[in-house]
């Protein structure tokens, strides 16, 4: 079975700072990997994904992740936090298959703060 | 702009007392999902529809009902809500199944029992 894991349930940090948010993931098959955020009482918004290719991909508002196969990892990046990035960040795993559904990380909270 | 859309997004009900919270999308999507998001909590998958075939995810309880009349909208329903269902509710779409396939949500309903 697939699952993500978040470490930090917080991340605080100073805008103009950079950031990073750690997300690895379980899955004895090739995966699929999402970063999506979420603003207070908001949907869930889709910053990038990683399907296949470039282990380095680039998002929506500056971020971007790296796929790292060997470490099950898929961290997100900005190198300089604003105060509007404050916000819950989920990480989520899928997998090859017409059945697979999504995954997610239990989530980490990004406070950014001057 | 194509979206996804919950009405209301605040819900408020009593104990035990039906409630039926709603889902639309633009997008023309095949597959539409219902999440519960409780706080600081990851989403967790209640059921999906793809086109009219109804999936259950096995831990939901029977008290969780959905309807999709159509492509374009599709209901929670809730037939005798507790305490423990206050929760925000996710309404997901995608184009097809499968593990690389992006879900586009909507704003979210919060559901405050009484």
């Known amino acids: 079975a697939q699952s993500v894991t978040q470490l930090d349930s917080q991340v605080p940090v100073f805008e103009e700072a950079p950031v990073e948010l750690r997300c690895n993931y379980s899955s004895s098959v090739s995966v699929y990997l999402f970063w999506y955020v979420q603003y207070p009482n908001q949907g869930l918004q889709l910053l990038l994904k990683?399907?296949?290719?470039?282990?380095l991909v680039k998002g929506i508002n500056g971020f971007e992740a790296e796929f790292n196969k060997s470490q099950t990892s898929f961290h997100l990046r900005k190198p300089s936090v604003h105060i509007s990035d404050t916000a819950e960040y989920f990480c989520a795993v899928s997998y090859t298959g017409t059945a697979s559904k999504l995954t997610f990380g239990t989530g980490t909270r990004l406070q950014v703060t001057l | 702009d194509a979206m996804v859309i919950q009405n209301p997004r605040y819900q408020v009900t009593q104990f035990g007392k039906p409630v039926t919270l709603s889902c639309s999308q633009t997008?023309?999507?095949?597959?539409m999902y219902w999440y519960q998001q409780k706080s600081s909590q990851a989403p967790k998958l209640l059921f999906h529809?793809?086109?009219?075939?109804?999936?259950n995810e096995a831990d939901t309880p029977d008290n969780f009902q959905s309807r999709r009349p159509n492509t374009s909208f599709c209901f929670l329903d809730i037939r005798s809500p507790g305490l423990g269902d206050a929760a925000m509710y996710l309404c997901a779409t995608s184009r097809d199944m499968g593990g690389m396939k992006t879900q586009y949500f909507g704003p979210g309903t919060r559901l405050l029992v009484l």
């Open positions: 529809y793809y086109d009219k075939d109804f999936n």
């Open positions: 990683y399907l296949s290719g470039s282990t």
């Open positions: 997008l023309n999507h095949n597959v």
